[in-house]
């Protein structure tokens, strides 16, 4: 099975920037859709980004579109997620997952679900 593991979560001000990582073990990192999701508190889990298996495809929600951006380094088995302009509504639990396809993600059926970051966004 596969591993995935986030970082870089924290507390940060209206307007700043923070990058989150998602390691995962294994071998078959590449054969997987990635994304992330969020969840803020007493609200449904929310699809945020994906990206294809080679990288040359990306979604987001438009929430995010234009301030997020999601990348993967498929040597270091490791996918990002970039993130600035930051509002006190993008305050959540970060969650990494893998997926068969980008359909699959943005309906929050996947494969293997990291344990979560969490992000704080001040006003």
């Known amino acids: 099975q596969v591993q995935l593991v986030e970082s870089g979560g924290g507390l940060v001000q209206a307007g700043g920037s923070l990058r989150l990582s998602c390691a995962a073990s294994?071998?078959?990192?590449?054969?997987?859709?990635m994304g992330w999701s969020r969840q803020a508190p007493g609200k449904e889990r929310e699809f945020v980004a994906a990206?294809?298996?080679?990288?040359?495809?990306?979604t987001y929600v438009n929430s995010v579109n234009g301030r997020f951006t999601i990348s993967r380094d498929n040597a270091k088995n490791t996918v990002y997620l970039q993130m600035n302009s930051l509002k006190p509504e993008d305050t959540a639990v970060y969650y990494c997952?893998?997926?068969?396809?980008?359909?699959?993600?943005?309906?929050?059926?996947?494969?293997?679900w990291g344990q979560g970051t969490q992000v704080t966004v001040s006003s």
């Open positions: 990206i294809s298996q080679s990288g040359d495809s990306t």
């Open positions: 997952n893998a997926a068969p396809t980008t359909a699959a993600t943005m309906k929050g059926i996947a494969t293997y």
């Open positions: 294994g071998r078959t990192f590449s054969t997987y859709v």
